[in-house]
T-cell receptor, first 115, second 116 residues
Framework: GAVVSQHPSRVICKSGTSVKIECRSL??????MFWYRQFPKKSLMLMAT?????????EQGVEKDKFLINHASLTLSTLTVTSAHPEDSSFYIC???????????FGPGTRLTVT | AQSVTQLGSHVSVSEGALVLLRCNYS??????LFWYVQYPNQGLQLLLK??????LVKGINGFEAEFKKSETSFHLTKPSAHMSDAAEYFC??????????????FGQGTILTVHP
């Protein structure tokens, strides 16, 4: 149980285009999902907390207009990187929290490369 | 505010040897503590967690960790390393209250290498 999927697993896009990454909880309803960014050989940095039906809460220093987060249902959250630039290249990981617990289940990650 | 420090970005052991990965935390409220493992180009898998109760917690794959409040530590151990344990390990802290409610703060990660 508690499986989280991400799509796509890997994406290459050109500078200036937008990319959407999906995060789905497959066998449970997640009222809260989290989006992380992981730089090479670095730890995970929390970007934002996504709550179903409300606006995402962004961490300090994360541009909300560049990283658009939508949590339209209890099983789906999306992260859209708008007007992507090479410095946005990174490994993006989402997680979902099971209701009533503090445990987060992580997706397999999405490798974004902006050329 | 909460933070996590993992001592040693790289740890190398021989197969069959003891594994010890160190983690110290800082939290203004009672912490919830987690260890995750990450294999290359994959997401994170939960190894074990401490929330309340017994301070020695056992996880998957033979790992265990002990919460020591006086030392603000949550070190991860495994009596005998296996080749398949080679991966990166992250310690994380969360809390039931305060401004960091429900959020995970990760340490820098420790890469474990296991030699034959």
């Amino acid at each position: 149980g508690a499986v989280v999927s991400q799509h796509p697993s890997r994406v290459i896009c050109k500078s200036g285009t937008s990319v959407k990454i999906e995060c789905r909880s497959l066998d449970f309803q997640a009222t809260t999902m989290f989006w992380y960014r992981q730089f090479p050989k670095k730890s995970l940095m929390l970007m934002a907390t996504s709550n179903e039906g409300s606006k995402a809460t962004y961490e300090q220093g994360v541009e909300k207009d560049k990283f658009l987060i939508n949590h339209a249902s209890l099983t789906l959250s999306t992260l859209t990187v708008t007007s992507a630039h090479p410095e946005d290249s990174s490994f993006y990981i989402c997680s979902a929290r099971t209701p009533g617990t503090y445990e987060q289940y992580f997706g397999p990650g999405t490798r974004l490369t902006v050329t | 505010a909460q933070s996590v420090t993992q001592l040693g970005s790289h740890v190398s052991v021989s197969e069959g040897a003891l594994v010890l990965l160190r983690c110290n935390y800082s939290s203004s409220v009672p912490p919830y503590l987690f260890w995750y493992v990450q294999y290359p180009n994959q997401g994170l898998q939960l190894l074990l967690k401490y929330t309340t109760g017994a301070t020695l917690v056992k996880g998957i794959n033979g790992f265990e960790a002990e919460f020591k409040k006086s030392e603000t530590s949550f070190h991860l151990t495994k009596p005998s390393a296996h080749m398949s344990d080679a991966a990166e390990y992250f310690c994380a802290v969360s809390s039931a209250g305060g401004t960091s409610y429900g959020k995970l703060t990760f340490g820098q990660g420790t890469i474990l290498t296991v030699h034959p």
